[in-house]
């Protein structure tokens, strides 16, 4: 088959459709209609004499050609891409170019107003949209390019994914000014004999500090689970429920609330944060940009 008859578009639905697992998903991240997908997918089926892709339940599962390809194929489009990326240039000054950055709800609070405040004086018609990113589907939005960047702990990503550390953070505990047991400082046995609040987006399962606890041999009793650390802060001030958070966030998040925040009382690990970009934005101008400023954000 000559490369003349090859429609590169039809390849990026073929990668598209493979990562998100079928047509509906892929014409979202494609931003393309269904009908227009499943016309390429025809396309592609006649162009390769295979189906490529069968139907069992609501998903698509590749067929044994389709999984011997994706992988060539990715690093052809990657590279591809990179030779692209290389020959532009980005002028911050002037661009009016919209990125979109996966954040949790805490980090946004932290790195918002220095990266706002940058782009007011490097970059002042560029356009940001920070969004929350599903961590199981966030390799396959940075290699469509519906995410920039992404912000969030340490993940089990491919080497697709390029990752850097930006943040070092520490875990502390908060609790209400007048709390009846503690009182400007709190020990292990006494954090093990209160409820506690989880943030976190998951309906089940536990949290980072559970993870780290149960290594020590202890564990905690959770009273309730919530998704925003605003939330929990504010239950903490008007309960005797404690709370475990990012260090720097807590002192940020709870001056509003007059709440303590008091030294972890046992040595759990760090929270630190990683940034995350797609090996096909690598040398992207663009993205390079984004990366330091986001980084020189986080080193402030």
Not at 12 to 28: Q, R, S
Not at 81 to 95: D, K, R
Not at 283 to 290: E, H, Q
């Amino acid at each position: 088959m000559h490369i003349s008859r090859v429609d590169l578009n039809l390849l990026v639905v073929l990668d598209t459709i493979y990562t998100e697992g079928g047509i509906t998903k892929a014409a979202e991240k494609l931003h393309l209609t269904q009908p227009a997908i499943s016309h390429a997918l025809g396309r592609l089926r006649d162009l390769f004499n295979d189906p490529l892709f069968e139907r069992q339940g609501h998903k698509m599962v590749p067929t044994a050609l389709t999984k011997r390809m994706i992988d060539p194929l990715r690093g052809s489009l990657q590279s591809l891409g990179s030779l692209l990326n290389e020959t532009q240039s980005f002028e911050p000054a002037s661009s009016k170019k919209r990125f979109v950055i996966g954040l949790r709800d805490f980090m946004e609070s932290t790195v918002m107003p220095p990266l706002m405040r940058t782009l007011a004086q490097e970059a002042p018609e560029v356009e940001v949209a920070s969004v929350r990113a599903n961590r199981r589907s966030l390799e396959g939005e940075l290699a469509a390019g519906t995410l920039d960047l992404a912000v969030d702990v340490l993940l089990p990503l491919s080497d697709a994914v390029k990752f850097t550390r930006i943040s070092v953070d520490g875990v502390a505990v908060v609790v209400r000014k007048d709390h009846p047991v503690i009182r400007g400082s709190i020990d292990l046995e006494t954090y093990l004999a209160q409820r506690h609040i989880l943030v976190t987006t998951r309906r089940q399962g536990p949290g980072f500090e559970d993870i780290e606890l149960r290594r020590l041999g202890v564990q905690r009793q959770v009273a309730l689970r919530c998704q925003y650390y605003f939330a929990a802060c504010r239950t903490v001030s008007q309960t005797d429920l404690i709370l475990t958070m990012p260090e720097s966030y807590a002192h940020m998040a709870n001056r509003q609330f007059g709440n303590q925040v008091l030294p972890m009382p046992a040595p759990l690990g760090s929270m630190d944060a990683y940034m995350y970009w797609h090996a096909s934005t690598d040398n992207d101008a663009a993205n390079r940009w984004l990366r330091s400023v986001m980084m020189s954000c986080y080193t402030r």
